[in-house]
């Protein structure tokens, strides 16, 4: 049990760090626009690349960010029934949806976007836009990179479930365990 507590809070740290990084990369969006909305209206320049610049990088923050929602319990999921049952009867709930749903949703999305991530790194695809930006691969890898995080932030909350199943008050305290309103560590 002590191996699959350091594993959920192993991945709970990386979650954590992505998502402080995520939160600058917020910041970086909005600068970026301002920048370009600054040239756009005072100088009446544009440039494409700067455009598809904030657009990628909003990208990368949802995609990135989802494991950081799974994490906190941030995510659409329906609490009528869940806020009435006992944390062992949440805590099988959730392994359960999370490997018959999360888990084969994620599969079924690497799967589906590796070829399309393999045959954008052979041509090093680029933007399609003239002047856009380059290495266009590299923002489809992000779907990869996302399918690979929320599956680790997915097999943290299974592993987090079995812990409360056994009987473990930390990890019953911690999203999505605890009962909605309940302070977490």
């Not at 209206?41 to 598809?52: D, K």
């Not at 932030?153 to 008050?169: E, F, H, S």
Request: charged share 10%.
């Amino acid at each position: 049990m002590g191996l699959l507590a350091s594993f959920a809070a192993f991945v709970d740290r990386l979650t954590e760090r992505i998502g402080r990084w995520l939160a600058a990369l917020v910041w970086l969006i909005a600068a970026v626009c301002a920048v370009v909305v600054g040239l756009r209206y005072a100088f009446h320049v544009t440039f494409t690349w700067m455009q598809e610049l904030y657009v990628w990088i909003h990208a990368v923050v949802f995609l990135l960010g989802a494991p950081v929602a799974m994490k906190v319990n941030a995510h659409v999921r329906v609490d009528v029934l869940q806020a009435r049952w006992s944390v062992k009867t949440r805590a099988a709930v959730e392994i359960a949806g999370t490997l018959a749903f999360t888990l084969l949703w994620i599969g079924v999305l690497a799967w589906l976007a590796w070829p399309l991530v393999t045959s954008s790194w052979a041509i090093r695809e680029g933007s399609p836009q003239p002047n856009g930006m380059p290495g266009v691969y590299l923002l489809k890898s992000m779907l990869l990179v996302f399918a690979a995080l929320l599956a680790l932030q997915a097999a943290a909350t299974i592993a987090r479930g079995v812990l409360v199943l056994a009987g473990d008050a930390d990890a019953a305290r911690m999203p999505p365990f605890a009962k909605p309103g309940e302070p977490h560590p």
